[in-house]
């Protein structure tokens, strides 16, 4: 049986750590600069360490939808025109 492949496993993901925050301008390379909360002193980013890119996979799985739940919410946004 062939397997679809896989990209992102949601279920197996957890929310990163409050430990890694840090604020914006002070995110590093490979570091998640998804926006947690403001601060008085500026953005505070996750700061998850990132395999690659921007985010850490969690908030990657937030910025990014699949192909999946693109066409659902087209199909959704369809239904609710007609
Ligand atoms: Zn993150």
């Not at 926006?35 to 990132?50: K, Q």
């Amino acid at each position: 049986m062939a397997q679809a492949p896989v990209e992102f496993a949601p279920a197996q993901l957890q929310p990163p750590s409050r430990k890694h925050e840090t604020s914006l301008i002070e995110a590093g390379f490979a570091q998640c600069r998804f926006i947690v909360r403001e601060a008085p002193e500026g953005a505070i980013c996750c700061g998850e360490p990132t395999p690659r890119g921007s985010w850490c996979p969690w908030h990657r799985r937030i910025v990014y939808e699949t192909r999946a739940e693109a066409a659902a919410r087209a199909a959704a946004r369809a239904a609710k025109a007609a």
